[in-house]
């Protein structure tokens, strides 16, 4: 792309004292996109056919979802993935918001949850959480009431997303939005493996509408990145 390089935003996560209970290895996938061309984007998506058309029964795509279903169900939540899979395998992506639509293709290539936020909004380093009592954040409707022990991201001003709630306001994607930080989560039956595909798809959507790239995966027990990737220049 003919455009000015920009250095990828590199945005560190560590793991709360009280994720250390949990009982699972709750890995995590961070990517920042840098200096989105929101035409190339669009052109980028057009591209792409749909990505739940010919998903067969025994496919990994629908067992990832059937894990998150599982796993929101048990704590008393509704996973968006089997809702939305149908809507795109019927409807195909639906028009709008380019990053948002990048975010669905993503989702629905993987059978990941995924978040999408502005990378810019986000304030200091990232601590992968558990929820106190009576915490609350703002959401996209509202205040958000959190769970007692709810898993959430925090940055130094406050909860930014939660697993089962979503996206707080504060971070939310805007049309100026041009750096873009997305989130691929786990629960269990979901390894780091499938985090990292998680992540090398998000890479793939925008190889060709950014201007930079940064991937880094996490999990519990060692509270350190994998396999990180740094793109100064995607071209």
């Avoid at 959480?129 to 009431?145: H, I, L, S, W, Y």
Wanted: aromatic share 6%.
């Amino acid at each position: 792309m003919d455009k000015e390089t920009e250095v990828p935003v590199n945005i560190p996560v560590t793991y709360g004292e009280r994720m250390q209970s949990i009982g699972w290895t709750a890995p995590l996938g961070i990517a920042v996109i840098s200096g989105v061309d929101e035409t190339a984007l669009q052109q980028a998506l057009s591209a792409v056919p749909n990505p739940a058309a010919d998903v067969q029964q025994d496919s990994p795509v629908l067992g990832h979802i059937q894990a998150f279903d599982k796993f929101f169900t048990e704590n008393g939540f509704r996973s968006p993935l089997g809702p939305q899979f149908e809507m795109v395998r019927s409807k195909g992506l639906p028009s709008g918001n380019p990053l948002v639509r990048a975010l669905l293709l993503a989702e629905m290539s993987t059978g990941l949850l995924m978040g999408a936020q502005d990378a810019a909004a986000i304030q200091g380093e990232l601590v992968y959480d558990m929820a106190n009592t009576g915490e609350t954040f703002k959401g996209m409707r509202g205040t958000v009431q959190c769970r007692e022990g709810e898993i959430v991201l925090r940055d130094a001003a406050g909860i930014i997303a939660s697993l089962f709630q979503g996206p707080d306001h504060r971070t939310r994607l805007a049309k100026a939005t041009r750096d873009v930080i997305f989130f691929v989560f786990a629960v269990p039956g979901i390894d780091l493996k499938q985090i990292q595909e998680g992540t090398d798809t998000i890479l793939d959507i925008f190889q060709s509408a950014s201007s930079g790239f940064t991937a880094q995966t996490y999990d519990r027990t060692t509270g350190r990145e994998h396999s990180p990737i740094v793109v100064s220049e995607i071209k």
